[in-house]
């Protein structure tokens, strides 16, 4: 870890008169957005939210309008009487080609802004340097580009990794430090960054929206300290007191790592995908232009860290309401159905051929399997319906199809055991149902830990299952 800078411990509200022209803040529902609208609304600064989706108004002198970037119609209408706007928004989490739709949302946004007689433009961008850059930040750079292109004085910041409750760097690293004591990684987690904590990076926007005249070019910002990701992890779980241990494996590529995220940690996977492939890049701040231009000295990742820790984010579920019932009798419904076919495979051979087998001495009376399933049943659709309930539909898919692939499976064993009397092939089927339990169970375990802890009986029960059934198979063979 480098120190580039002594720190100045602030949380950064830069001094100086409110200006009293509107501005237009997009991007409010989002991470920075939504802190550097916290700041507005304590300081009684006049606003303007452009949202895609309907949103109170937090305060009187704060404006709801709703629209998209890219619309015209809704920017002039959410333009008119602005001073200066704030650009916040990216297409990344969208599917198809974000860069295609972030290019047009800047060119269209910088054309109506310049007509609208906006003063000033603040944008939010991202670190990195040369022609070998990410499509991620490739992108993030060519709009700042396009919005400068308008004529209108754009003011633009290209941050490292920003480190805050809520942010996705952070929160991945927060996810994967608490559950895996030991990781396996890449390559790309020891490019080296200049992580900046989330109040530094709100405090350059302010001083840019308060900057007497305007301050156009390009900033690159970043805190106090240059560390690879690797670094941030170990800062985290050294904090944290939890012993990580990393081992790298050069051929894991930002595909790969992207695929393996999706599994141990609650990340939307394109998300996750677009991100990863631009930690591969340096994101280190080249000049001191920042400095000098603004009155913003940001701490190092000690005190980032420090401070994104004690906040924790209240976590709300995806779906609420009826769409929360409707997943939870679709997760009764699985297990029910599971369980009424396996028993139709069973009921025949309990009390005949099943009867007829040599069993261990330890083997349990029948009269146990039915409270124990139906319990193991009603837990299991339980997991299933915190893990959609967290998700939503679209996020819980991964989850879904691990948890229907594993209640296949459960039910094949029933078929092979008690349906064909193959003791032998249910041995070798039950092996892989114990692995894909085990699979569902981390899942579950990254995305709830109430729903990971309701599997564990369930792999334990099976895993006595399959010990039984290889018995009965060596005393029947």
Excluded at 82 to 105: E, N, P, Q
Excluded at 115 to 124: M, P
Aim: glycine residues 8%.
């Amino acid at each position: 870890m480098r120190r580039l800078a002594r720190p100045v411990s602030r949380e950064a509200v830069i001094a100086g008169s409110v200006p009293t022209g509107r501005v237009l803040l997009t991007g409010a529902t989002g991470y920075i957005g939504n802190l550097l609208l916290t700041t507005f609304v304590e300081d009684g600064r006049p606003a303007r939210c452009l949202v895609r989706r309907p949103m109170n108004s937090p305060a009187p002198h704060i404006e709801v309008v709703l629209g998209d970037v890219a619309d015209e119609l809704a920017l002039r209408t959410a333009l008119d009487g602005c001073a200066s706007a704030i650009y916040l928004v990216h297409a990344m989490s969208t599917a198809g080609d974000f860069a295609a739709r972030d290019r047009k949302a800047a060119q269209t946004f910088g054309r109506v802004a310049r007509e609208s007689g906006v003063g000033r433009i603040i944008y939010l961008g991202g670190l990195g340097h040369g022609s070998g850059l990410s499509k991620h930040l490739a992108s993030r750079q060519e709009v700042g580009r396009l919005l400068a292109e308008s004529g209108v004085p754009v003011t633009e910041f290209r941050a490292s990794i920003v480190i805050g409750a809520g942010s996705l760097s952070f929160e991945m690293i927060r996810a994967l430090v608490s559950r895996l004591p030991v990781m396996t990684t890449p390559s790309w987690v020891r490019s080296l960054a200049q992580p900046i904590a989330a109040s530094d990076t709100v405090a350059y926007l302010r001083a840019a929206l308060d900057a007497d005249p305007p301050r156009p070019g390009v900033f690159g910002i970043g805190g106090a300290d240059r560390v690879s990701y690797a670094g941030l992890m170990k800062e985290f779980a050294r904090q944290e007191r939890r012993p990580v241990l990393l081992l790298p494996i050069p051929l894991l590529t930002p595909w790969l790592s992207s695929l393996w995220l999706s599994l141990v940690t609650p990340l939307q996977s394109s998300v996750g995908a677009a991100m990863i492939d631009s930690v591969r890049n340096d994101t280190v701040v080249v000049d001191d232009a920042a400095s000098r231009a603004f009155p913003v000295r940001p701490v190092g990742v000690v005190e980032a860290v420090r401070r994104a820790r004690e906040m924790t984010l209240p976590e709300m579920p995806a779906l609420a309401g009826a769409w929360s019932f409707l997943a939870l009798g679709a997760c009764l419904l699985a297990v029910a159905v599971a369980a009424g076919l396996g028993s139709l495979a069973t009921a025949s051979s309990v009390n005949g051929w099943y009867s007829t087998l040599r069993k261990p001495a330890w083997s349990p009376p029948n009269t146990v399997f039915g409270p124990v399933w139906s319990s193991l049943f009603a837990m299991m659709a339980v997991a299933a319906w915190l893990v959609w309930r967290r998700d939503g539909f679209r996020g819980a898919r991964l989850s879904a199809v691990a948890f229907v692939l594993q209640l296949a499976l459960n039910v094949l064993w029933s078929v092979l055991f008690f349906g064909l009397h193959s003791p032998a092939a249910a041995l070798g089927e039950i092996a892989v149902l114990w692995f894909a339990i085990a699979a569902t169970t981390v899942i579950f375990f990254a995305r709830s830990l109430l729903a990971g802890a309701l599997m564990i009986p369930y792999a334990l029960w099976v895993a006595f299952a399959a010990c039984l059934n290889a018995s009965l198979w060596w005393l029947n063979r």
